[in-house]
């Protein structure tokens, strides 16, 4: 797949120079980061994990408070079941009880989507970054020695990785981190979840090796934030609760169908009973 951002960015490309501009104020602290752990002996690809390790850190609250809003909106469901049920016919109605009763317990429901939101500018941060310092798209190198700065077989941090091992290490560990949050969602919900992290890899494929540095980094913080929340933090009542409201789910089938299945053995059971009756009657006749 031909590289989206390199099909894009000639220097003069309105539409790139316009996201340059806008993005400025991330960028430049982002360079200048660079600049300084490079400054002091770290290789580029280890300052490029270093400043997104930094940058997740900082964003981690951000996460805690997405997590307990997903919590406060699961506690918040049977309210929400209740308001649809008692305004089914009633769309409008329904939304503005919804919204009252969102405003009534001061939840947010779009508040869970800030900090995916937030990774977007940031992807896009360390992209133009990459661009000025190594040159990409015809943009001359302010940083020639950015290219060299890989490691391994990933020497060039402007150049695809040539063997593709970084792109499928990054859906791994993209789906090492969606493993630990899918316990919460539904089934249909979780397959979705498990195939996404190998379409933003066709998706990456050929991006440079720098971003993949970033992408990795950024999955990895992911999941170790993702473990620290869900098991030690507010994330696992969500997890807790999911699995008992499954389970629940579970007995209520359990009990219908052992209810059917009684049922369904006294009927037989009671036709039995008169088939015996019936028997016995024609015997007492024919004596």
Not at 6 to 19: C, D, E, Q, R
Not at 33 to 42: Q, R
Not at 78 to 105: G, H, M, T, W
Not at 150 to 164: I, M
Request: proline share 6%; with cysteine.
């Amino acid at each position: 797949m031909s590289n989206l951002f390199l099909a894009i960015s000639p220097a003069n490309n309105g539409v790139v120079k316009f996201f340059e501009h806008v993005l400025k104020p991330l960028t430049d602290p982002m360079g200048h980061g660079l600049e300084f752990f490079h400054g002091h002996g770290v290789p580029w690809w280890l300052c490029v994990v270093v400043i997104t390790a930094i940058v997740r850190t900082l964003l981690f609250p951000l996460t805690i408070k997405q997590v307990r809003s997903m919590r406060a909106m699961q506690e918040l469901q049977p309210e929400l079941k209740k308001i649809q049920a008692k305004f089914k016919d009633n769309r409008q109605k329904q939304l503005e009880e919804q919204q009252k009763l969102y405003r009534e317990r001061g939840i947010n429901p779009l508040g869970g989507c800030l900090p995916a939101v937030i990774q977007i500018p940031i992807f896009m941060s360390v992209y133009y970054v990459i661009r000025e310092f190594g040159g990409l798209g015809g943009v001359p190198a302010t940083v020639p020695s950015f290219r060299t700065g890989g490691t391994l077989w990933f020497d060039n941090l402007t150049q695809a990785d040539p063997y593709h091992i970084l792109p499928i290490l990054s859906a791994l560990t993209m789906l090492a981190a969606t493993a630990i949050t899918s316990k919460s969602i539904q089934p249909q919900q979780r397959i979705l979840m498990y195939i996404l992290p190998f379409g933003i890899m066709i998706f990456l494929w050929n991006f440079p090796a720098g971003m993949f540095m970033y992408w990795i980094t950024n999955n990895v913080m992911t999941l170790v934030q993702n473990y620290l929340i869900y098991h030690h933090g507010p994330g696992r009542h969500i997890i807790s609760s999911r699995i008992t409201s499954l389970t629940r789910g579970d007995e209520e089938e359990d009990s219908e169908n052992g209810n059917e299945t009684s049922e369904e053995e006294k009927r037989k059971a009671a036709e039995q009973q008169a088939r015996k009756l019936a028997k016995r009657k024609r015997r007492k006749k024919k004596k």
